[in-house]
């Protein structure tokens, strides 16, 4: 995206296609003056570094996501590219380059080498001139485990994406499209379909239930890039009672009525620092069935369960298929106005300290 502001930032890596987040932030930073671009294909050796070489040279890298420059499983080529990626970061800074981390996660999701990938996140946070999270629960958890300095971390919410799926139909409207009861109680998971996302602990919590259930359904939507983890999936949902499982890709039109359908959406992930799924059931005003976990904190209308074992996950969804749904209106500190003019002044910050 150009806008010809006046300050330059290269927000990285591109991952536009899987997730509006860094689009929708890009939109609202252009009219302050912030001209957001991204990388152009992948660049090997140094990627980052190289890309930053290109005219005009960006005053701040944004990073996101950085276990996407991190690229392999087994433990000796992970540790070589932690190594590389690091060198890659210190070189951007050394070129004069200012380094803001947005720390979606504390390290990658289900990955095989968490030790190397939290030493890689404890000296990424000593490199970042700033560090955002989206939340107090999550700027303590990285302050805790990465040992980052509390005064270079900034809390910004997370922006809504209510904009990005539209409004959602009456509850009637969304089940008959569905095809779903249009009176049995339902709780949801959406989204994708990976090990640390909990679906068979959630499976398991449901068959625990037994009679309690009742007329209660159990729907889960979404893709499961792990073709053995999706045969798991299928093999634990076939014989149990009042479970629908739609694996595959969710449309973005298919969404709302998910949603709208809805009494409860249960997310019992193993692990979570930020997620865009629970700011988006709050957006809808769907109740949340979440784990104690640091992102779990602020999380609005919703139901903490101790664990993701059997009984204390299964109490958490009756308790929440019992709770009203809250406003379907997104909380105005969500709003991609106020979180871009957030960024805009941390990046002024941060610039002005470098000076």
């Known amino acids: 995206m150009t806008g010809g502001g006046d300050m330059q930032v290269r927000a990285a890596p591109d991952w536009r296609q899987g997730n509006p987040y860094q689009q929708l932030l890009a939109q609202a930073l252009s009219p302050l003056g912030v001209d957001v ?49 690091l060198t890659d970061l210190a070189l951007v800074k050394r070129g004069g380059t200012r380094l803001v981390w947005t720390a979606h996660n504390l390290t990658a999701h289900d990955t095989a080498t968490p030790r ?66 249009p009176d049995a109680p339902l709780a949801l998971f959406f989204g994708m379909i990976r090990p640390y996302k909990g679906v068979l602990p959630l499976l398991d919590a449901w068959d625990a239930l037994g009679m309690q259930r009742g007329t209660a359904r159990l729907m889960i939507a979404g893709e499961a890039p792990d073709p053995a983890h999706a045969s798991a999936t299928r093999a634990r949902a076939q014989h149990l009672p009042q479970v629908r499982l739609d694996m595959g890709k969710v449309p973005d039109d298919r ?12 997310l019992p992930f ?66 991609w106005d106020r979180v871009a003019a957030q960024h805009r002044a941390v990046f002024e910050q941060v610039l002005e300290a470098g000076t």
């Open 255 to 266: 969404v709302p009525l998910l949603l709208a359908a809805a009494d409860v959406l249960v």
């Open 270 to 335: 193993a692990a979570s620092l930020t997620s865009g799924t629970v700011t988006l059931a709050q957006d809808y005003g769907v109740p949340v069935v979440v784990p104690r976990t640091p992102g779990t904190a602020e999380a609005r209308n919703a139901v903490i369960a101790d664990d993701t074992t059997p009984g204390p996950l299964g109490q958490a969804i009756l308790q929440a298929l019992a709770l009203p749904r809250g406003p379907r209106t997104p909380d105005p500190a969500t709003g």
């Open 116 to 181: 190397l990938d939290l030493v890689f996140a404890r000296r990424l946070a000593r490199l970042a001139d700033r560090i955002i999270t989206h939340g107090d629960g999550a700027r303590d958890a990285v302050v805790d485990r990465l040992g980052a300095d509390p005064a270079r971390i900034t809390v910004i919410p997370h922006g809504t994406f209510r904009d990005v799926y539209g409004p959602a139909p009456d509850r009637a409207t969304a089940r008959a499209a569905l095809g779903l009861d």
């Open 37 to 85: 671009t991204f990388p152009r294909g992948y660049r090997r050796g140094l990627p980052l570094w190289r890309d930053l070489r290109t005219a005009p040279r960006p005053e701040i890298l944004h990073l996101h996501w950085p276990e996407a420059y991190l690229r392999r499983t087994a433990p000796l080529l992970r540790a070589a590219y932690v190594l590389r990626t």
